[in-house]
T-cell receptor
Framework: GAGVSQSPRYKVAKRGQDVALRCDPI?????LFWYQQALGQGPEFLTY????????KSGLPSDRFFAERPEGSVSTLKIQRTQQEDSAVYLC????????????????FGPGTRLTVL | AQKITQTQPGMFVQEKEAVTLDCTYD???????LFWYKQPSSGEMIFLIY??????QNATEGRYSLNFQKARKSANLVISASQLGDSAMYFC??????????????????FGKGTKLSVIP
């Protein structure tokens, strides 16, 4: 079956522009995560959705970052007034609902969107 | 708070040899899980192996094994019989694994900075 898909794969924005990054999770996956991966670093958590509810947005670096998942499937990460420090790969991951104690579900990652802010 | 430390920025291994990638961690969670991911140049994170903190035996998945030493807070990845296709970035990660699932947890992954593995023919 289809994995997690993300679009666009590459995005170049001029400083100050708004961008929108899309994530299509695996069908039936309740949990959806966004991560930011700066060059040469590991991914860092941005935000988490359980169905349409955004339960954790503690990793969003500023109020310029906004994420939504209105119907509990596709998610969009929006960055307003982009800055050069926003340049990174943005990874989306999805997983099944956690229902069993001490048995975490695997997070399946998409290929990421590489954002370059000039 | 959770922290993952990978002290090897880069590693080289001869094809068909075994290699160990180091990972140490720190957490206050009583129950947690440790993961290893592979990230080829294409960018996608590929899950390799998982170890739960309460698991009695070290995890193995084909050529991958996890050397889990709880007292030392280390979770090293061992790749046996290295192949050219193993050349990639490798990330150690962890997350809380609840003893009792509450239904509303985030359980995001915390990653290390990664180790770049290069397999030499």
């Amino acid at each position: 079956g289809a994995g997690v898909s993300q679009s666009p794969r590459y995005k170049v924005a001029k400083r100050g522009q708004d961008v929108a990054l899309r994530c299509d999770p695996i069908s039936g996956h309740v949990s959806l995560f966004w991560y930011q991966q700066a060059l040469g670093q590991g991914p860092e958590f941005l935000t988490y959705f359980q169905n349409e509810a955004q339960l954790d947005k503690s990793g969003l670096p500023s109020d310029r970052f906004f994420a939504e998942r209105p119907e509990g499937s596709v998610s969009t990460l929006k960055i307003q007034r982009t800055q050069q420090e926003d340049s990174a790969v943005y990874l989306c991951a999805s997983s099944l609902e956690e229902v069993r104690d001490r048995t975490p579900n695997e997070q399946f990652f998409g290929p990421g969107t590489r954002l370059t802010v000039l | 708070a959770q922290k993952i430390t990978q002290t090897q920025p880069g590693m080289f291994v001869q094809e068909k040899e075994a290699v160990t990638l180091d990972c140490t961690y720190d957490t206050s969670d009583p129950s947690y899980g440790l993961f290893w991911y592979k990230q080829p140049s294409s960018g996608e994170m590929i899950f390799l192996i998982y170890q739960g903190s309460y698991d009695q035996q070290n995890a193995t998945e084909g050529r991958y094994s996890l050397n889990f030493q709880k007292a030392r807070k280390s979770a090293n990845l061992v790749i046996s019989a290295s192949q050219l296709g193993d050349s990639a970035m490798y990330f150690c990660a962890m997350r809380e694994v609840p003893i009792v699932y509450s239904g509303a947890g985030s359980y995001q992954l915390t990653f290390g900075k990664g180790t770049k593995l290069s397999v030499i023919p």
